[in-house]
């Protein structure tokens, strides 16, 4: 369970997340900006062994750092990323 790369960081509009799954369980990745506010829930589902990547979309929100979290029942794991437009 871990995240392998963001890229590019910094973006724009969009960027590709790479994520390790270690064992079948419930995850979810969303995005948050500082405030700690959440912008959007990319997944959450139960996933199975694996090396999985996703492409999020920014083009609807204004430059900043924004926050990728990948969670499961027990470990909870966070990686910057830089929206310059």
Known sequence: F?????????FNPAV????EI???AYISGKI?????QLIETLFSEYKSIGSYNLI??????PSGIYL???ENNS?????????LK
Request: charged residues 15%; neutral net charge.
């Open 2 to 10: 871990h995240i392998e790369r963001l890229y590019p960081n910094p």
């Open 16 to 19: 590709t997340i790479e994520y």
């Open 22 to 24: 270690s064992q079948w």
């Open 32 to 36: 948050y900006n500082l405030n700690g």
């Open 56 to 61: 999020w979309n920014a083009s609807l929100y």
């Open 68 to 70: 990728f979290i990948l």
């Open 75 to 83: 470990e909870l794991l966070i990686k910057k990323m830089i929206l």
